[in-house]
């Protein structure tokens, strides 16, 4: 198999389950002993939305970030209607291996891994499995990998019929201003250079600052520090960025910066069924942001805006899209213009915040409907809100400005943290130790390493030189005096650094604002 017994780790936390009595329809025929263990039977309902707990999911994620919170929120939200969750995600020592709602967690592959490489580690899943599953990517890259599945492993999942390719076509950033013309949506003015000396030419012609995006992310190499997107001030900026995209894999475009503002960012997290309906979701502003104005939800309201319900609809429509959807939407200066400027194929990271009163999200949406249950009618909840602790407190200490919603409660909506749950708060514990370890890394890599000083520059006193600068300058001699009407010049205050984003930098989170914001991928 494609690893060994030592990555396919039991979560200690999990509640037994149940041994179906059953297969479910289409599974293979018992005659491989389950590993799972017996116990006391669970509730196979929760709020309202029975599922089908004798059909086990498999949450997939390859890209390395033990932050995302939205493979928790699958996990908890399947986990607690009775479902058997597996997960292929950072291992046995992340935060969500910790939760008691996950069965067993199986070792990513390596990040650089092509579509292969993914296929081998869910065939590995699948043997071990005594029936189908429903198979939920959590990034783009196993989203489009999904898609790409040999017939016969397909066959062993339960997946959203829908065209062959249409995953990697709305994720792809260049193809997705052509989704958009052809549906008649609003798309920031993208260039697409095919030298140096265009891109220069774009950012003159698009305006500096302006974004520049890979058009398939999920192809950049790990440790090239290429990032997906990149805040460009200068066209000499976007020339040497375009001059690398042999190395980064995928054409380099440029973008039209759409200014930002509290309140104009929103997003729609939707599930389009079997016959093309939004059975679930909604439409939600993005109240607070880490980095400020920018970046991943820090804070998200549920919001209804019929522009942008309108958008979803004419997308599944015209794509014949299936299964879970994650669109981020700027409004223009006027307000009255929503800019579409991400297409994820798969549940965004704060898909929980559509949890409607009876209970059902995207995700539950996805398990009933491969499973062949009745989707419940909707229930929507205007006013739920949902936070990501972490992000929330970064973006108060540094006085972002909330949107229109900052200021009002939840109600009877309810809300969600992202991380702490009274029945599941493990991951919390795991994850605050990891965020504070991550955060006294960063600082100390900060402190240790400075820039070398500029010729003349005065020593701070105590300072130790950097390395490659030479000695220590001589002391002035005792003898000589200094003139009284020669005042020491005052020392330049240095600023106060303020602890980084965990994940990524501040330009790179800057131009998330106009291509992927409200997305954790």
Same mark, same amino acid.
């Given at each position: 198999?494609?690893?060994?017994?030592?990555?396919?780790?039991?979560?200690?936390?999990?509640?037994?389950?149940?041994?179906?009595?059953?297969?479910?329809?289409?599974?293979?025929?018992?005659?491989?002993?389950?590993?799972?263990?017996?116990?006391?039977? %669970?509730?196979? +309902?929760?709020?309202?939305?029975?599922?089908?707990?004798?059909? =086990?999911?498999?949450?997939?994620?390859?890209? %390395?970030?033990?932050?995302?919170?939205?493979?928790?929120?699958?996990?908890?939200?399947?986990?607690?209607?009775?479902? =058997?969750?597996?997960?292929?995600?950072?291992? #046995? %020592?992340?935060?969500?291996?910790? +939760?008691?709602?996950?069965?067993?967690?199986?070792?990513?592959?390596?990040?650089?891994?092509?579509?292969?490489? *993914?296929?081998?580690?869910?065939?590995?899943?699948?043997?071990?499995?005594?029936?189908?599953?429903?198979?939920?990517?959590? !990034?783009?890259?196993?989203?489009?990998?999904?898609?790409?599945?040999?017939?016969?492993?397909?066959?062993?999942?339960?997946?959203?019929?829908? #065209?062959?390719?249409?995953?990697?076509?709305?994720?792809?950033?260049?193809?997705?201003?052509?989704?958009?013309?052809?549906?008649? *949506?609003?798309? #920031?003015?993208?260039?697409?250079?095919?030298?140096?000396?265009?891109?220069?030419?774009?950012?003159?012609?698009?305006?500096?600052?302006? *974004?520049?995006?890979? +058009?398939?992310?999920?192809?950049? =190499?790990?440790? +090239?520090?290429?990032?997906?997107?990149?805040?460009? @001030?200068?066209?000499?900026?976007?020339?040497?960025?375009?001059?690398?995209?042999?190395?980064?894999?995928?054409?380099?475009?440029?973008?039209?910066?759409?200014?930002?503002?509290?309140?104009?960012?929103?997003?729609?997290?939707?599930?389009?069924?079997?016959?093309?309906?939004?059975?679930?979701?909604?439409?939600?502003?993005?109240?607070? $942001?880490?980095?400020?104005? $920018?970046?991943?939800?820090?804070?998200?309201?549920?919001?209804?805006?019929?522009?942008?319900?309108?958008?979803?609809?004419?997308?599944?429509?015209?794509?014949?899209?299936?299964?879970?959807?994650?669109?981020?939407?700027?409004?223009?200066?006027?307000?009255?213009?929503?800019?579409?400027?991400?297409?994820?194929?798969?549940?965004? /990271?704060?898909?929980?915040?559509?949890?409607?009163?009876?209970?059902?999200?995207?995700?539950?949406?996805?398990?009933?409907?491969?499973?062949?249950?009745?989707? =419940?009618?909707?229930?929507?909840?205007?006013?739920?809100?949902?936070?990501?602790?972490?992000?929330?407190?970064?973006?108060?200490?540094?006085?972002?400005?909330?949107?229109?919603?900052?200021?009002?409660? /939840?109600?009877?909506?309810?809300?969600?943290?992202?991380?702490?749950?009274?029945? !599941?708060?493990?991951?919390?514990?795991?994850?605050?130790?990891?965020?504070?370890?991550?955060?006294?890394?960063?600082?100390? @890599?900060?402190?240790?390493?400075?820039?070398?000083?500029?010729?003349?520059? @005065?020593?701070?006193?105590?300072?130790?030189?950097? /390395?490659?600068?030479?000695?220590?300058?001589?002391? %002035?001699? /005792?003898?000589?005096?200094?003139?009284?009407?020669?005042?020491?010049?005052?020392?330049?205050?240095?600023?106060?650094?303020? #602890?980084?984003?965990?994940?990524?930098?501040?330009?790179? !989170?800057?131009?998330?604002?106009?291509?992927?914001?409200?997305?954790?991928?």
């Amino acid at each position: 198999m494609y690893f060994s017994y030592a990555d396919r780790v039991r979560n200690p936390f999990a509640k037994s389950i149940p041994r179906p009595d059953a297969s479910p329809p289409g599974a293979s025929p018992p005659g491989k002993p389950s590993r799972r263990t017996t116990g006391t039977p %669970r509730r196979a +309902s929760d709020g309202g939305c029975p599922l089908d707990a004798t059909v =086990p999911a498999v949450l997939v994620r390859v890209d %390395r970030n033990p932050f995302h919170h939205g493979t928790l929120g699958a996990a908890r939200s399947l986990g607690r209607a009775g479902v =058997p969750v597996h997960a292929v995600s950072e291992g #046995p %020592r992340g935060p969500l291996a910790r +939760s008691r709602y996950v069965v067993r967690t199986w070792r990513q592959p390596p990040q650089e891994t092509g579509p292969d490489g *993914i296929a081998a580690v869910l065939a590995d899943v699948a043997e071990d499995l005594t029936g189908r599953a429903v198979l939920v990517p959590l !990034d783009d890259h196993s989203a489009v990998a999904v898609d790409h599945l040999p017939p016969a492993l397909a066959d062993r999942f339960l997946l959203p019929a829908q #065209p062959r390719g249409l995953a990697a076509r709305v994720a792809d950033k260049a193809r997705l201003a052509e989704v958009c013309a052809a549906a008649g *949506i609003a798309h #920031p003015e993208t260039a697409h250079p095919t030298s140096p000396a265009e891109a220069a030419e774009a950012v003159r012609a698009l305006g500096a600052p302006a *974004i520049a995006k890979w +058009s398939r992310p999920w192809l950049l =190499p790990p440790g +090239s520090g290429l990032r997906s997107t990149t805040l460009v @001030r200068t066209p000499a900026e976007a020339a040497a960025l375009h001059a690398r995209t042999a190395e980064a894999g995928s054409p380099l475009l440029i973008q039209h910066l759409l200014p930002y503002a509290p309140g104009r960012d929103w997003f729609c997290h939707a599930y389009a069924d079997r016959g093309g309906h939004l059975a679930a979701g909604g439409t939600g502003r993005k109240v607070r $942001a880490w980095p400020p104005g $920018a970046g991943l939800t820090a804070a998200g309201r549920w919001e209804h805006d019929a522009r942008i319900d309108d958008c979803a609809r004419r997308l599944v429509a015209m794509l014949g899209y299936r299964g879970v959807l994650d669109l981020d939407f700027r409004y223009d200066a006027t307000g009255t213009t929503p800019y579409l400027l991400d297409f994820n194929p798969r549940p965004g /990271a704060q898909f929980r915040l559509f949890t409607d009163h009876g209970g059902l999200d995207v995700v539950r949406a996805l398990h009933l409907d491969l499973t062949g249950r009745p989707l =419940p009618a909707r229930a929507p909840a205007p006013g739920r809100r949902f936070t990501v602790g972490t992000y929330a407190l970064l973006s108060a200490v540094r006085g972002e400005r909330v949107g229109p919603a900052g200021g009002t409660g /939840a109600g009877r909506a309810g809300r969600e943290g992202a991380w702490w749950a009274a029945d !599941d708060p493990l991951p919390a514990a795991a994850m605050t130790a990891a965020w504070s370890a991550h955060l006294l890394a960063r600082a100390a @890599r900060r402190l240790t390493t400075r820039p070398p000083r500029a010729p003349g520059e @005065r020593p701070v006193p105590g300072e130790r030189p950097a /390395a490659g600068e030479g000695a220590v300058p001589e002391k %002035r001699p /005792a003898a000589e005096k200094r003139p009284a009407a020669e005042k020491r010049p005052v020392a330049e205050k240095r600023p106060v650094p303020v #602890p980084p984003s965990p994940v990524g930098d501040a330009d790179d !989170d800057q131009q998330k604002a106009s291509s992927t914001a409200c997305t954790t991928s």
